[in-house]
T-cell receptor, first 116, second 117 residues
Framework: GQQLNQSPQSMFIQEGEDVSMNCTSS?????WLWYKQDPGEGPVLLIA?????ELTSNGRLTAQFGITRKDSFLNISASIPSDVGIYFC????????????????FGDGTTLTVKP | NAGVMQNPRHLVRRRGQEARLRCSPM?????VYWYRQLPEEGLKFMVY????????ESGMPKERFSAEFPKEGPSILRIQQVVRGDSAAYFC???????????????FGAGSRLTVL
């Protein structure tokens, strides 16, 4: 099956620092999604990317859909304590006859710790 | 406008018992997905359903697990004869009718945490 390699597995940074994490895959994806999960909660969508090469920002977050369609990165600028959590990338494959529709493959997550 | 509602949030079962997890999708969403998250791991796809139809169950274990999304009422993930290895967080997500682009952005519930003693 499809697998996503997400790195780094964990990060410990000082408040105010920038953060970068990425995902790579052996398969092509049509859509890349980045989620954040707080303890005891479900993942919440941060950014969705729909086209190869697309660069999208959401406040201090910036994500890019790789040209090869096999990778994506997420940057967080000027981190703050509430950025703490687990960040997941997810890829969606092209739909074929309504199968695969919305079936996202998730990376194993990057756990971010921000020290005040 | 409530989001994806899951219950129970926490469930404790002894080995051999049955676990039933419920999920009500967001209003207007007709697609439901179940994912499992083991401690310190990512989310693993289990099953994708539309009303009265299982579209993709390629991630479901072959035995003891079943899912349904009836015409009326919530989607239910059922685990029979639970074992300790079933202990995990089970997340439900929903999406609206598929976009023409083929992309489906999922909205997740808060999860149901199953502990098997």
């Amino acid at each position: 099956g499809q697998q996503l390699n997400q790195s780094p597995q964990s990060m410990f940074i000082q408040e105010g620092e920038d953060v970068s994490m990425n995902c790579t895959s052996s398969s092509i994806f049509n859509t890349w999604l980045w989620y954040k999960q707080d303890p005891g909660e479900g993942p919440v969508l941060l950014i969705a990317l729909y086209k190869a090469g697309e660069l999208t920002s959401n406040g201090r977050l910036t994500a890019q859909f790789g040209i090869t369609r096999k990778d994506s990165f997420l940057n967080i600028s000027a981190s703050i304590p509430s950025d703490v959590g687990i960040y997941f990338c997810a890829g969606q494959s092209p739909t074929i006859n309504n199968t695969n529709a919305g079936k996202s493959t998730f990376g194993d997550g990057t756990t971010l710790t921000v020290k005040p | 406008n409530a989001g994806v509602m899951q219950n129970p949030r926490h469930l404790v079962r002894r080995r051999g018992q049955e676990a039933r997890l419920r999920c009500s999708p967001m209003k207007g969403h007709s697609h439901v997905y179940w994912y499992r998250q083991l401690p310190e791991e990512g989310l693993k796809f289990m099953v994708y359903l539309q009303k009265e139809n299982i579209i993709d169950e390629s991630g479901m274990p072959k035995e003891r697990f079943s899912a349904e999304f009836p015409k009326e009422g919530p989607s239910i993930l059922r685990i029979q004869q639970v074992v300790r290895g079933d202990s995990a967080a089970y997340f439900c997500a929903s999406s609206p009718v598929q976009a023409s682009s083929g992309a489906n952005v999922l909205t997740f519930g808060a999860g149901s945490r199953l502990t098997v003693l």
